[in-house]
C-alpha cells in the first residue's frame, strides 16, 4: 500500500508541475547513477540481481551464485561466498525462478564440475569487499583464481573483461546446463575467435530459446575440451586462451530469441570496433538520461539512494524481445518481424499493474504504446494457436 500511494504521490507531482507553467525544474547536484545501488535487494528475499543491464533491456549480464531455491529467483543472493560465473538472462523481483542462460567463466584450470556438489569446480570465492556494481558496470575480483572480471553491456549484448594473473592457463568455461532445465543445446567453431550456439531450456517458461554469438579479442587453442552428453550433445566447452602478452581478455557475446544470425547481428551492430570503456560510458551515460526522468531535490543522500535504486529496479523489465532487425519469436513460436513497434515479454503483470505500469504511462509514454501494441501481438500469436488446438 505504501508503494501505491508513495507513485500516486509522484504522479500527482508531476502532473501539478506539468500544468504549472512557472514551476522551477529541480536540479541535481551529482550524477543521479551514483545513487543507484544495485545490490540492495540481492539479500533477504528480495530476488534481485546486481550485474549489468540496459534500460528495459534483452541482456542481463550478472553473476550466478545461487543454482536453486526461492531465495536465488534472480541467480544471485548477497549472503553467497562463491560466483560459479557470468550468465546473460536474469529475473528482478521475482517470486519464481527462470533465465541464468549461457554461463561463462574464467579459470585458470579445465574443470566440467561447477562445485555445487562439493567436488572440485569451476566456482571461484569471492568477497563483497572487492565486488562493484552500478548501473551499466560491474566489477569482481575472483579470489581463489586471481582473475578481475568487469562486464558491461548493451541492449541484446554484452562485453566481459578479464584480467587474468598469468599469461600461462587462461580458460574459459562455458557452461549450457547451468541452473534450468535443458530441452537442447548446441555450440560451434567458426574460427579460433568465435563460437556460436544455442540454448532450450525450460522453467518458468515451458520452451524458452536463447541463441548466442561469442567473439574473443584473443585466439584459443585447438582443440577445444568438451563435455557431451551421453547422446553426444555438448553440454559445457572449455577455452584455451593464447595470449603471451598477458593483455585483458574481451569476451564479447550477442544473444537472441530468433536465431545465431540474429544474435551476430545484435552484437554487430550494437557492440562492433567500440571499446569496453566506450561500452561502458554509453551506458552509464544511457542510464543517467533516463534516471533524469524524475529529478528529486533532497539534502538527505539515503532518501535518493532508495528512490534513484527503486526507480532503477523498475526499468529493468519489461524486456526487449526483438532483434536489430525487427525479428522475434511470438507466442506461437514462429518467427515475426515489425518495424512498427519494439517488441517485449517479462511483464509480470500480476504485480506490476499495481504501480509499475501507471508510472510507465507518465514517464515511458511511447514505450507503453509498444507495450501495448505487444499485448495486441501476443494475443493475436495466441488465438491463432488456440483456434488452431480447439479445431481438433
Known amino acids: ?64 551464485t545461487r543454482l536453486e531455491g526461492w531465495d536465488g529467483c534472480s541467480g544471485y ?48 570465492h569471492f568477497s563483497h569487499v572487492n565486488e562493484t556494481a552500478s548501473p551499466g558496470y560491474y566489477k569482481v575480483w575472483l579470489d581463489s583464481t586471481n582473475i578481475l572480471v568487469e562486464l558491461t553491456t548493451t541492449l541484446r549484448a554484452g562485453m566481459h573483461k578479464y584480467t587474468y594473473p598469468s599469461s600461462e592457463n587462461q580458460f574459459l568455461i562455458l557452461d549450457l546446463e547451468h541452473r534450468d532445465q535443458f530441452l537442447d543445446m548446441k555450440v560451434s567453431e567458426i574460427s579460433k575467435y ?14 524458452q530459446r536463447v541463441y548466442f554469438y561469442i567473439k574473443f579479442s584473443h585466439p584459443m587453442e585447438i582443440p577445444t575440451h568438451f563435455h557431451r552428453t551421453p547422446d553426444r550433445r555438448t553440454r559445457m566447452a572449455g577455452y584455451q ?18 536465431d545465431e544470425s540474429g544474435a551476430k547481428k545484435n552484437l554487430e551492430e550494437e557492440i562492433g570496433n567500440k571499446t569496453f570503456d566506450q561500452l561502458k560510458q ?14 528529486v531535490e533532497s539534502t538527505n543522500e539515503d532518501y535518493k ?15 526487449l524481445y526483438q532483434d536489430v ?50 499485448f495486441l501481438a501476443k494475443y493475436d500469436e495466441y488465438w491463432f494457436v488456440l483456434s488452431f488446438l480447439i479445431s481438433f
Request: proline letters at 4%.
Open 1 to 64: 500500500m505504501q508503494r501505491i500511494i508513495f507513485f500516486f504521490l509522484i504522479s500527482l507531482t508531476l502532473q501539478s508541475c506539468s500544468f504549472n507553467n512557472s514551476a522551477i525544474p529541480a536540479k541535481k547536484d551529482k550524477a543521479l547513477i551514483s545513487f543507484v545501488n544495485p545490490f540492495i535487494g540481492t539479500g533477504g528475499h528480495g530476488h534481485t540481481y546486481p550485474g549489468v543491464s540496459m534500460p528495459f533491456g534483452m541482456m542481463q549480464l550478472s553473476p550466478d
Open 77 to 124: 543472493h548477497f549472503s553467497d561466498e562463491y560466483i560459479y560465473g557470468f550468465s546473460h538472462t536474469h529475473l528482478s523481483g521475482t517470486g519464481i525462478s527462470d533465465y541464468g542462460d549461457i554461463l561463462l567463466m574464467p579459470t585458470d584450470e579445465i574443470l566440467f564440475n561447477n562445485g555445487a556438489d562439493g567436488e572440485k569446480g569451476y566456482r571461484a
Open 194 to 207: 568465435e563460437i556460436k550456439g544455442y540454448r532450450y531450456s525450460k522453467a518458468w517458461a515451458e520452451e
Open 241 to 258: 586462451f593464447i595470449n603471451p602478452n598477458n593483455d585483458p581478455v574481451y569476451v564479447s557475446i550477442g544473444i537472441s530469441a530468433v
Open 282 to 295: 554509453e551506458a552509464e551515460a544511457t542510464w543517467e538520461r533516463q534516471l533524469e526522468k524524475i529529478v
Open 305 to 319: 539512494i532508495n528512490f534513484y535504486t527503486s526507480l532503477y529496479h523498475s526499468m529493468l523489465a519489461p524486456n
Open 325 to 374: 532487425d525487427g525479428r522475434y519469436r511470438g507466442m506461437d513460436m514462429k518467427i515475426h518481424q515489425t518495424n512498427d513497434f519494439e517488441y517485449y515479454t517479462v511483464f509480470s503483470l500480476w504485480d506490476t499493474y499495481r504501480a509499475a505500469h501507471p508510472l510507465y504511462t507518465i514517464i515511458e509514454q511511447e514505450r507503453t504504446n509498444d507495450f501495448i501494441n505487444t
